[in-house]
Every structure is written in C-alpha cells, then in structure tokens.
C-alpha cells in the first residue's frame, strides 16, 4: 500500500513539477493542469510544451499507475499533492488543507449525526482546495455534497479533485459571507478563514461589527453556516481556539445565545499540531432548534489528544459517544 502511494506520488510531482518549470507557473496552477492531464482533458497551455516535455510527463504519469489505486490511496496521494503545493507555493494560511489528524473528527462526528440519514445534505462553506470534503466524502459515502469556494484556483483543484476521487460533489464559485443559498441543509461544515472581512455586510448579520468597522469574516461565517442548517441541523466549524476570548465576540456570543441555536461542544487541538499558540484550533459544534434537539448538558468543553496517542484518544472517543448518545445529537 505505501509503496503504492509513494510511488504514485513521487511520478506525479515529477511531472508537475516539469509543467512548473517548463510554463513558468506557481505549483499551484501546474496541480491543475496535472489533474487535468490526469483525467485525459485538454487545454490550450499544454500546446506550449515541447514534444519530448509532454512525452516526458505522459512516462510519469503511466509510472504513477494511479487509476490502479484504491479510493482511500487516491486521495492519500492527493493529498500529498496538495501538501507539498502550499509548502512550494507558501500559500497563506487561509489556503492551507485540513490535515487528517483534523479531518478524522470532522467525519466521525458527521458518520455519527448522519447515522439515521439515507441522503443527509452536507454543504462545506469554505472548500478550498476540497481535501477536508473528500476526506467526510470517502468515510460518508452517502451524503449529497455541495461546496461554496470564492477562489479561482481552489476551486479549480477541488473540482480536479473531486474527478479524480470519483466524487459528485455540488461546486460553486462565490463567496460564502454574501451568497444566497436558498437550500438548507442537515450538516454544514467549514474549516473557517479567519481575519477580516473585506466588505460591508448586511444588516442581517448579527455577528458584523457595529462601529462601522470590518467584521471578522470567521463570526460572520458562523452565523451564515447556522441560517443554512435546516432546523434539529448540525455545524461542525474548525475555529481559532482563542474565538471566544476577544473584544469583537461580543457579536458573536450574542448571536449564540439566540433561541434558535445550541453551542454544543468546543473541542480543542493539540497546540503542538500548530506552528504558534496564536494560529491553534478548536472544532466548534452548534445545533439549530428541532425535533429531539436540547441544550448539551454540560456543554462539552475539551481538549482532543494528540492522534498519535492511541489510549488517551480511545478513552476520548469513550467519553464523546456517551455525551453524543446522552444529548441525542
């Protein structure tokens, strides 16, 4: 298996990187073109390659064999794709994939929600490059799964993606704050931006900074993921650990106190999985008002073990089914 996918990576990082060097673009455009030439599609920048460039390419990818993968080695090399196209690139960390060791509970909390759906509608905000959906989306097969995504080239390589992993995810291109989306939805999930909005919002935002400022587009997410969730619907948001604890969630926490909306649980991650304290995570759950659904009691405040800690993660896993089971989520 890893041989597989090692190999299968190392041949397509060779002809990736022959696109970068040979069209002179960022890692991130030539992903594009590879996943394209992976799924034998055309396009007008491949007439610039030399002959024997594209012969070379062509070699890499039948060494690659990666139509001969299983589901799980497909997306394990693309993510690795995706990992080392942000470090080459150095994207900014609103750019960046969710990882596994944060996606893993991302899908067991939506295996868990989801267990009595036949088709749950599942919608992430903010796809990005669509790791953290294909990562749900090969454990919750049968979720119908639709994306917003307001950048060109991110959404580009999650629809590459989601080709490639044989995925029928729902793309669109638009930014997730102003959007009208008229479908509502049983789980909504986003591994969130953080920093400002660069735009004036609406009024109907609870969550927007009423000094005339800039809203912080992480708030105003939050609330825009919870108006989606059809009622008794879940949202599972990866949020700055420190979300709470400055000036401007004042919005917030008042929006969160609302009759029509549990917060649920804050799971914290590990501070080592980060590069600063500043830039840790914590996996807020909120629920709309619903048939069956009640205020958490008590809400679960927690730090997530490291994964590597297998005890200490099983006896957490103990802990989260028995207050999931308790609270009817």
Same mark, same amino acid.
């Given at each position: 298996?890893?041989?597989?996918?090692?190999?299968?990576?190392?041949?397509?990082?060779?002809a990736?990187?022959?696109?970068?060097?040979?069209?002179?673009?960022?890692?991130?455009?030539?992903?594009?073109?590879?996943?394209?030439?992976?799924?034998?599609?055309?396009?007008?920048?491949?007439?610039?390659?030399?002959?024997t460039?594209?012969?070379?390419?062509?070699?890499?990818?039948?060494?690659?064999?990666?139509?001969?993968?299983?589901?799980?080695?497909?997306?394990?090399?693309?993510?690795?794709?995706?990992?080392?196209?942000?470090?080459?690139?150095?994207?900014?960390?609103?750019?960046?994939?969710?990882?596994?060791?944060?996606?893993?509970?991302?899908?067991?909390?939506v295996?868990?929600?989801?267990?009595?759906?036949?088709?749950?509608?599942?919608?992430?905000?903010?796809?990005?490059?669509?790791?953290?959906?294909?990562t749900?989306?090969?454990?919750?097969?049968?979720?119908?799964?639709?994306?917003?995504?307001?950048d060109?080239?991110?959404?580009?390589?999650?629809?590459g993606?989601a080709?490639?992993?044989?995925?029928?995810?729902?793309?669109?291109?638009d930014?997730?704050?102003?959007?009208?989306?008229?479908?509502?939805?049983?789980?909504?999930?986003?591994?969130?931006?953080?920093?400002?909005?660069?735009?004036?919002?609406?009024?109907?935002?609870?969550?927007?900074?009423q000094?005339?400022?800039?809203?912080?587009?992480?708030?105003?997410?939050?609330?825009?993921?919870?108006?989606?969730?059809k009622?008794?619907?879940? /949202?599972? *948001?990866?949020? !700055?650990?420190?979300? =709470?604890?400055?000036? &401007?969630?004042?919005?917030? %926490?008042?929006? $969160? +106190? #609302?009759?029509?909306?549990?917060?649920? /649980?804050? *799971?914290?991650? !590990?501070?080592?999985? =980060?590069?600063?304290? &500043?830039?840790?995570?914590? %996996?807020l759950? $909120? +629920? #709309?008002?619903?048939?069956?659904?009640?205020?958490?009691?008590?809400?679960?405040?927690?730090?997530?073990?490291?994964?590597?800690?297998?005890?200490?993660?099983?006896?957490?896993?103990?802990?989260?089914?028995?207050?999931?089971?308790?609270?009817?989520?």
């Amino acid at each position: 298996m890893y041989e597989a996918i090692e190999n299968a990576t190392i041949n397509l990082e060779a002809a990736r990187q022959i696109l970068v060097d040979k069209l002179d673009m960022s890692v991130s455009e030539a992903s594009i073109l590879l996943f394209e030439l992976m799924l034998n599609q055309s396009d007008e920048a491949f007439a610039d390659l030399a002959a024997t460039d594209l012969t070379e390419i062509k070699t890499s990818l039948e060494k690659a064999a990666f139509s001969d993968l299983k589901l799980d080695e497909k997306r394990q090399v693309l993510q690795l794709l995706l990992v080392g196209m942000q470090r080459q690139d150095q994207l900014q960390a609103n750019y960046q994939i969710t990882p596994d060791a944060i996606g893993m509970w991302f899908s067991y909390l939506v295996s868990h929600i989801t267990k009595n759906e036949t088709a749950p509608q599942i919608m992430d905000l903010t796809a990005g490059a669509g790791n953290l959906l294909a990562t749900i989306a090969e454990n919750e097969p049968k979720g119908v799964y639709s994306a917003l995504e307001n950048d060109d080239t991110m959404i580009s390589l999650a629809s590459g993606l989601a080709t490639l992993l044989g995925q029928t995810w729902q793309l669109e291109h638009d930014d997730a704050v102003a959007a009208e989306i008229n479908t509502r939805f049983d789980v909504v999930m986003a591994d969130l931006p953080v920093g400002y909005y660069p735009k004036a919002v609406s009024n109907d935002f609870v969550t927007a900074n009423q000094s005339g400022k800039l809203s912080y587009v992480q708030h105003l997410l939050i609330e825009k993921a919870v108006k989606i969730l059809k009622p008794a619907g879940t /949202a599972l *948001l990866l949020v !700055p650990a420190n979300l =709470f604890d400055t000036e &401007a969630a004042k919005g917030l %926490l008042k929006f $969160l +106190q #609302t009759e029509n909306v549990y917060l649920q /649980a804050f *799971l914290r991650f !590990p501070g080592k999985m =980060f590069a600063s304290q &500043a830039n840790a995570k914590a %996996l807020l759950v $909120l +629920q #709309t008002a619903g048939e069956g659904v009640k205020q958490a009691s008590p809400v679960l405040l927690a730090a997530i073990p490291s994964y590597t800690d297998q005890q200490a993660t099983e006896r957490f896993l103990a802990e989260l089914d028995a207050w999931l089971i308790e609270n009817h989520l």
